[in-house]
């Protein structure tokens, strides 16, 4: 079975530009969730979707959104970047959504992708 | 807001030594714990994880974690590393509706033949 998916894997853009990132998940898999790693903040979560509908939010600023479509890919788009975007970002999914118990909790089981690494001058 | 907090920022083991990484979280509800590994240039894998049960359990490649819940803690064991265990390991809590997972800020392990 076919891992996540990420495109592209790396990215160079100027600062003011926007991006769009690209993650399809594993075959089977309904919830994404975005996460952003750098060396000084470590591993962030941005936000998850399951249903095509946003069910968490980060504490990060508006230009960061994303959206989910019936197929369950997922994009993330990043709006006048800033050298601070420059990041690893990670994509996840997962069977299902929400907390679940003993045998459901690894439906919530969240596999990585490979991340797309962007670097903003 | 739930943090996770992982004490070791770097670890410096000799091949055939026994490791212990230490997680402590702050959140008084229900949780599901994860301890995640990255190897150069690799994606993050599960190497374990916890959702209710036996609070002691295996992992792949050798790994053990133990959940106490009176101290907050899900510290990963193993009893002999391997210098293929250079890596960096995070540990995660998920503990609120969805499978939103906050990391703690990573231990990286360096294993030396």
């Known amino acids: 079975k076919a891992g996540v998916t990420q495109t592209p894997r790396y990215l160079i853009k100027t600062r003011g530009q926007q991006v769009t990132l690209s993650c399809s998940p594993i075959s089977g898999h309904r919830s994404v969730s975005w996460y952003q790693q750098t060396p000084g903040q470590g591993l962030q979560f941005l936000f998850e979707y399951f249903s095509e509908t946003q069910r968490n939010k980060g504490n990060f600023p508006g230009r960061f959104s994303g959206r989910q479509f019936s197929n369950s890919r997922s994009e993330m788009n990043v709006s006048t970047l800033e050298l601070g975007d420059s990041a690893l970002y990670l994509c996840?999914?997962?069977?299902?959504w929400g907390i679940g118990k003993g045998l459901a909790g690894r439906d919530n089981e969240q596999f990585f992708g490979p991340g797309t690494r962007l670097t903003v001058l | 807001a739930q943090s996770v907090s992982q004490h070791n920022h770097h670890v410096i083991l000799s091949e055939a030594a026994s490791l212990e990484l230490g997680c402590n979280y702050s959140y008084g509800g229900t949780v599901n714990l994860f301890w995640y590994v990255q190897y150069p240039g690799q994606h993050l894998q599960l190497l374990l994880k916890y959702f209710s049960g036996d609070p002691l359990v295996k992992g792949i490649k050798g790994f053990e974690a133990e959940f106490i819940k009176s101290k907050f803690s899900f510290n990963l064991r193993k009893p002999s590393v391997q210098w293929s265990d250079t890596a960096e390991y995070f540990c995660?809590?998920?503990?609120?509706?969805?499978?939103?997972?906050?990391f703690g800020g990573g231990t990286r392990l360096m294993v030396k033949p």
């Open positions: 996840a999914s997962s069977r299902r």
């Open positions: 995660a809590v998920n503990a609120q509706a969805g499978n939103m997972l906050t």
